[in-house]
Every structure is written in C-alpha cells, then in structure tokens.
T-cell receptor, first 115, second 113 residues
Framework: DVKVTQSSRYLVKRTGEKVFLECVQD?????MFWYRQDPGLGLRLIYF???????EKGDIPEGYSVSREKKERFSLILESASTNQTSMYLC??????????????FGPGTRLTVL | GDSVTQMEGPVTLSEEAFLTINCTYT??????LFWYVQYPGEGLQLLLK?????DKGSNKGFEATYRKETTSFHLEKGSVQVSDSAVYFC????????????FGDGTTLTVKP
C-alpha cells in the first residue's frame, strides 16, 4: 500500500512564526502536491512538484513556498504565518507515467491553527 | 480550463436508501475520472475510477459510469449504510493540466440509522 505521511496531525502556531509542514511518500512517486481544504471551498492546490527540485505554483501560492530536495519528501513552508492560513493541509502524491492519468494518494492531513 | 461540478450537499439519507451524487465535468482531451471519499478526520482516499468512455468503476457497492456524451460520472449505491457517512469528491485527471487533478467541491453524506 502507498503510504503518504504528514509530520503532524494538529499544529498550533502564532502569527508571524515560520511554519514547516512535512510530507513523505514511500512509493517512489514523481508527483507531489500540497492542498488546503476549507469549508465551502473544497480542495485548493497550493503547489505541486513533478520532480526533485522542481515546483510549480498552483491556484493559491501566495504566502507559501515549497521545497523538494529528495524524491520522497515535499515540504510546505509558511514564511510568516497569518490567521487566514488556519486550515486543513493535505499532501498527496501520484505516479507520472506517460499516457496514464493516475489517481492521487493522500496523507491524513495537518490541521493548522494560527493564533 | 478543466472543471468539475458536483451535486451540492449536504445529503441526508436513511440506512438502506438509494444514493445518487451527480457529477459533471468540462475538460479537453481524454481525462480519467475519479471518486474519492474522505471520512471524518482523515485524508481523501480513492473510491473508484474510470479511464475511458463507457467504463464503469465500482468498489464497496458504489458504482459510476463514464458518460462522455453527457460529460457525467454520477456516483450510485443501492443501499447505503451508516458507515458510508463521509464527504465524496468527484475529480478528473489528464485534461488541460497534465499531471494535476481537478476536484469538485465535495458532497457531505450523512446516513441515519
């Protein structure tokens, strides 16, 4: 079974703090994604990466950055946390195979509260 | 660009009732279609998928058929259980934005005993 793990299930931070959310997958997937999930807004893509050291902005990248130094690990960074970044953060990964449209495998999520 | 529109919720049913959650999509090319389920406090997990027109995906009593002519992928189950209470997301992959998926807003299902 594919396993996608996230470093914390719950996190409480203060406004202005630098926050790191870590995601690790164990199935050698090329693609990795960070989403935030808010009531009434569904899933919104923040950033994704299709290879080590490669990244692309998603729909809502403002206030976030990412790092992918190793294939299995994709980190989301909040440089200076703000209260409007209080949300559920979901990491996902998928295979990248030419001609196939593959499903994504999700981690359990990190519920971040910024006070 | 790609888009997925699914039936607004919340949906409340009694146990053993028939379930339909509507999903329609807009995409270029030949996308694959998915239904994901999210149980309380968890991430999303794949429920079923279909990769080409007229394919039927099925799992755990749920079914959905890829209808290219109506651009739809409606989720159905003949007899729901309390344990089916969750949020259901319709999604597509392989449309305009290769490698990424486009998700619907999710439909919350509550099944009462």
């Amino acid at each position: 079974d594919v396993k996608v793990t996230q470093s914390s299930r719950y996190l409480v931070k203060r406004t202005g703090e630098k926050v790191f959310l870590e995601c690790v997958q164990d199935m050698d997937h090329e693609n990795m994604f960070w989403y935030r999930q808010d009531p009434g807004l569904g899933l919104r893509l923040i950033y994704f990466s299709y290879d080590v050291k490669m990244k692309e902005k998603g729909d809502i990248p403002e206030g976030y950055s990412v790092s992918r130094e190793k294939k299995e690990r994709f980190s989301l960074i909040l440089e200076s946390a703000s209260t409007n970044q209080t949300s559920m953060y979901l990491c996902a990964s998928s295979l990248s195979v030419a001609g196939l449209n593959n499903e994504q495998f999700f981690g359990p999520g990190t519920r971040l509260t910024v006070l | 660009g790609d888009s997925v529109t699914q039936m607004e919720g919340p949906v409340t049913l009694s146990e053993e009732a028939f379930l339909t959650i509507n999903c329609t999509y807009t995409a270029t090319g030949y996308p694959s279609l998915f239904w994901y389920v999210q149980y309380p406090g968890e991430g999303l997990q794949l429920l079923l998928k279909a990769t080409k027109a007229d394919d039927k995906g099925s799992n755990k009593g749920f079914e959905a058929t890829y209808r290219k002519e109506t651009t739809s992928f409606h989720l159905e189950k003949g007899s729901v259980q309390v344990s089916d209470s969750a949020v259901y997301f319709c999604a597509l992959s392989g449309g305009t934005n290769a490698g990424k998926s486009t998700f619907g807003d999710g439909t919350t299902l509550t099944v009462k005993p």
